[in-house]
């Protein structure tokens, strides 16, 4: 072991420059340190007032600490720029290399912050919406629901969705008032369908389901309102009118509902409206109109066959000889 010692320092070789270096820097400790001491003799020597003295000689101490340390960085000055190159790409290739896991943390820094959601609230980050069921650090996990943003049922699979997507992504809290929502879903209808008397069937329908909690969803909204500052609004169920084409009127339902039950509720008010009367009246109109082409058709070739019969007719009756009687005889009839 000690012949590895002794071969390890014969195989260490300094290089010039860094010897020059080491020794300037050691005249440099002991330049300052002579200069230090040669300042305090002075001071305690011409400075009578203690208080003075001691002001002079934390000033000298600071003074010199300055001196060293700039003389230091000039010496090692092309090496402290290379280690600094040095410690430059390091940190750019761990930047790199962990790009991901920071936005993460990022994206968990910016959720917390901005109280975007709680556990249990339902929330749409993209094409993924569900129930919030955990978070951490690096990534959130919800029950998704769905198919679509427009169903309110559970599949049974989960998400996992990196925080990374909330620094960049929208995120849509469906739960924001907790307790009860505002559920709003869309009824399709032509034209010439009995829209008008759908929306009152909505509305009605809307009415019967929340009416027994009604009164305690808007005691719920004034606290709410009052303690996130925002103007009350109102609770009462809503059926609107939409036209987005010129041959399309869709009904907007809004009713508030309990934050679990909004799928319910939907579905009780559809099949309340839709099974207890038939709204649609563009198929009977069609059914007439059809019906009246027909009738005209039948009549008019009615009465093109009229018109060939006749003509048949007047064919084949044959023309009458008329023939001239002589002059001079009388008939026999006069």
């Known amino acids: 072991m000690w012949e590895q010692i002794q071969s390890s320092v014969s195989n260490f070789v300094v290089s010039h420059s860094l010897l020059s270096l080491i020794t300037s820097s050691v005249i440099l400790i002991v330049g300052v340190i002579a200069l230090r001491a040669l300042v305090n003799r002075y001071i305690v020597k011409h400075v009578s007032s203690t208080e003075m003295r001691r002001r002079w000689m934390v000033q000298t101490r600071s003074a010199m600490v300055l001196l060293l340390t700039l003389g230091l960085i000039i010496i090692w000055g092309e090496e402290l720029r290379t280690l600094a190159l040095s410690i430059v790409a390091i940190a ?7 790009k991901e896991l920071i936005l993460c943390m990022i994206g968990s820094m910016v959720k917390t912050i901005s109280s975007s959601f709680d556990l249990g609230d339902r929330i749409q980050v993209k094409d993924f919406r569900g129930d919030v069921i955990d978070q951490n650090l690096l990534a959130t996990t919800i029950m998704e629901v769905g198919p679509g943003k427009y169903t309110h049922q559970r599949t049974g699979r989960t998400v996992v969705i990196p925080n990374s997507m909330f620094v960049s992504d929208p995120v849509i809290n469906e739960s924001f008032t907790h307790d009860y929502v505002f559920h709003v879903f869309t009824v399709p209808f032509r034209r010439e369908d009995e829209w008008y008397e759908a929306q009152q069937a909505f509305l009605a329908s809307a009415q019967r389901h929340c009416g027994s909690y009604l009164e305690e969803v808007r005691r719920y909204m004034n606290r709410i309102s009052i303690r996130r500052g925002l103007e009350v609004p109102s609770v009462d169920p809503r059926v609107t009118i939409q036209v987005p084409t010129a041959g399309e009127v869709h009904l907007i339902v809004r009713v508030p509902v309990k934050s679990g039950e909004r799928g319910f509720v939907e579905q009780s008010i559809l099949t309340d409206v839709l099974l207890s009367r038939d709204f649609s ?15 005209g058709q039948l009549a008019e070739t009615s009465q093109r066959r009229r018109s060939a019969a006749s003509t048949r007719q007047a064919r084949s009756q044959p023309a009458k000889k008329t023939t001239k009687k002589p002059a001079g005889k009388a008939d026999p009839d006069a």
């Open 92 to 98: 750019v290739a761990f930047v790199v290399a962990t």
């Open 281 to 295: 009246r563009g198929d009977q109109t069609l059914n007439d109109a059809a019906a009246e082409g027909e009738d």
